[in-house]
C-alpha cells in the first residue's frame, strides 16, 4: 500500500512478507492463533482443524454440524 519504506514484518522483521505472513505465518501471531485455538479447543472439549480458512474468513465448508458452527462463533 505504500505507507511503509520496506516490506519487512512489523512484528518478527522477516524481511519480504506478504499479507498471509502479517495475519497467519508470522511466528507472534501464530502464537496467538495457537492460544486461541487452544482455548476453543478446551471449550467445545475436542481437538480443531486450524487452518487460516476457517480463523480468518470462517470458510462455510469447515463448519458442516452444529460443533463446528460453535466454533465459527466463538472465533
Not at 1 to 17: E, K
Not at 62 to 71: A, G, P, Q
Amino acid at each position: 500500500m505504500g505507507l511503509r519504506n520496506t516490506a519487512s514484518c512489523l512484528r518478527c522483521g522477516q524481511p519480504d512478507v506478504d499479507f498471509l505472513h502479517l495475519v497467519w505465518h508470522c511466528p507472534k501471531v501464530c502464537a496467538y492463533w495457537t492460544a486461541v485455538y487452544s482455548c476453543i479447543a478446551d471449550i467445545l472439549g475436542d481437538a480443531l482443524l486450524v487452518t487460516p480458512l476457517s480463523a480468518l474468513l470462517g470458510y462455510p465448508k469447515d463448519f458442516l454440524t452444529s460443533h463446528h458452527r460453535l466454533e465459527a462463533m466463538l472465533l
